[in-house]
């Protein structure tokens, strides 16, 4: 017993000598670069983007709701804005309603970069519209925010690449290496207009870009445990997209008189299973990377978990998966968001059905989670099948090595003070996706700080956010000269 005993000391004494070992030998990934003031926020930029936010630019899933008046009326208060972005800088019209610039580098021999930003945003929900704390669509300033829907998704990303070129180019600055501005219309049902035409036409033009950024990641101060200092999330991946449609189709009747099971009762049973049996959680190359950048920066324990992800795994897990966005970064996930069934109190409905919307992680095929799905649910009386086209897979990882990673965290260091920059998996999808095939290199990054109501009530982004972002994309531009 004692030499057992000497035998598990001596195992101990190994393990955590290797686990200090490897905790102080991690290697600091971050780049010191030192950040530069901006210069004053002027009255023009800030009414600029209250005035972007009046727009209704919404796009609906329902096609006989779309309205056209408000983009066309975008467009024309784009023109007249950025007078000089228009009268020097080439512009197409794609599908009525997507906007794509080419600002003409001096060295034809250096591959394009390109900014993405899109147009349009998502409905306000009706039966929310008077929880708002301002309306919608005002742009109202209070508290050191800017309100309204499309502040962070997306109009603060384009608005600020508009205000840096116009000022620019009213500097008659060019760049070494051209730019292409694309900025979609209807990102928030696909893309398949506005940025799947344009990467068409990229590609037949045999356009290869060396760096793509659209929107994504952000800084935050809030959302990764463990560290006291912003983070920037700089996604080099995106989550793959699809929707299954679950429907129960059974005899309904009376509401008198039910059978054991009706339609209703077989669905939520389906939804439950589904929703208690998540997928495997996995660390993949963008959580790995998100590891190695901000493990040194954490404090303890936090630094020696993410020096030895696979010792502990389980404890990182189980942080992770305590909240939505943390969860998503490290599994495929499930939920319904669209439920029907019924028409009246007093009649059991015959059909009933379900969407289910899934955002994959790499590694996960659609094919893969759909056969997982029929396997989880088991159930022959629920009927599934994919809910629409809209379907793709996880992205390609962007290597952290890479010129569009490099030239992107040196930006974000050089607007931010005292911030940590780490690759990152995004979770939500973006107009980027399809442009795999004109670019290698595809970073997906919003530079505000922490914004608030993504999709939903009370959207709303900070004015030292706003100003940043201009300074973030005017530093990039100039970036071009060399």
């Not at 001596?10 to 210069?39: F, H, S």
């Not at 990673?405 to 979770?427: C, E, Q």
Request: hydrophobic share 40%.
């Amino acid at each position: 017993m004692k030499k057992i005993g000497i035998i598990i000391l001596m195992v101990l004494v190994i393990l955590v000598g290797y686990l200090a070992y490897t905790t102080i030998t991690a290697p600091n990934l971050q780049r010191n670069i030192k950040a530069k003031l901006p210069p004053n926020l002027s009255d023009s930029a800030i009414l600029h983007f209250q005035q972007a936010i009046s727009f209704q630019t919404i796009s609906y899933d329902d096609a006989k709701k779309w309205d056209s008046v408000p983009f066309i009326q975008f467009r024309h208060f784009l023109e007249t804005t950025y007078p000089f972005v228009h009268q020097k800088l080439e512009r197409e019209i794609i599908s009525q309603y997507t906007l794509v610039y080419k600002w003409q580098g001096t060295n034809l021999n250096l591959a394009p970069f390109i900014l993405m930003a899109h147009q349009d945003v998502v409905p306000i929900e009706e039966s929310t519209r008077k929880q708002w704390t301002f309306k919608p669509f005002s742009g109202t300033i209070k508290d050191g925010y800017i309100w309204g829907r499309g502040t962070t998704d997306d109009k603060i990303n384009l608005i600020s690449i508009f205000e840096s070129a116009e000022k620019l180019l009213r500097e008659n600055y060019q760049p070494k290496r051209t730019v292409y501005f694309v900025f979609g219309h209807d990102e928030e049902i696909g893309g398949k207009q506005g940025a799947v035409k344009v990467a068409e036409l990229f590609k037949a033009r045999n356009i290869k870009a060396d760096l793509i950024m659209d929107e994504g990641g952000i800084i935050t101060r809030e959302k990764v445990p463990g560290i006291h200092k912003p983070v920037a999330l700089i996604g080099t991946a995106e989550k793959g997209y699809m929707s299954l449609e679950l429907s129960v189709n059974k005899k309904g009747g009376h509401s008198s008189q039910p059978d054991k099971e009706t339609a209703i009762d077989i669905l939520n049973k389906a939804l439950v299973k589904l929703r208690k049996q998540p997928f495997e959680a996995r660390f993949t190359e963008p959580m790995q990377g998100f590891m190695q950048y901000l493990g040194p920066s954490m404090q303890f324990p936090n630094n020696m978990a993410f020096a030895n992800p696979t010792l502990f795994k389980r404890l990182i897990v189980n942080s992770y998966e305590k909240q939505g966005a943390g969860n998503a970064m490290i599994r495929t996930t499930a939920v319904p968001t669209i439920i029907q069934a019924g028409i009246k109190d007093n009649v059991i409905p015959t059909l009933a059905t379900a969407v289910v919307n899934f955002r994959l992680l790499p590694g996960d095929s659609a094919s893969f989670v759909f056969n997982k799905v029929q396997e989880i649910i088991n159930d022959k009386r629920v009927r599934i099948k994919h809910y629409d086209k809209n379907i793709s897979e996880a992205s390609a990882t962007t290597p952290t090595k890479s010129v569009a990673f490099l030239r992107i965290d040196s930006i974000v260091k050089s607007s931010y003070d005292s911030v940590v920059s780490a690759p990152f998996l995004l979770i939500g999808a973006t107009d980027s996706r399809h442009f795999t095939e004109v670019s290698d290199n595809i970073i997906k990054f919003s530079p505000m700080v922490d914004p608030i109501g993504f999709h939903g009530i009370d959207e709303r982004v900070s004015m030292d956010s706003y100003h940043r972002s201009i300074w973030f994309f005017e530093q990039f531009l100039r970036s071009l000269k060399n």
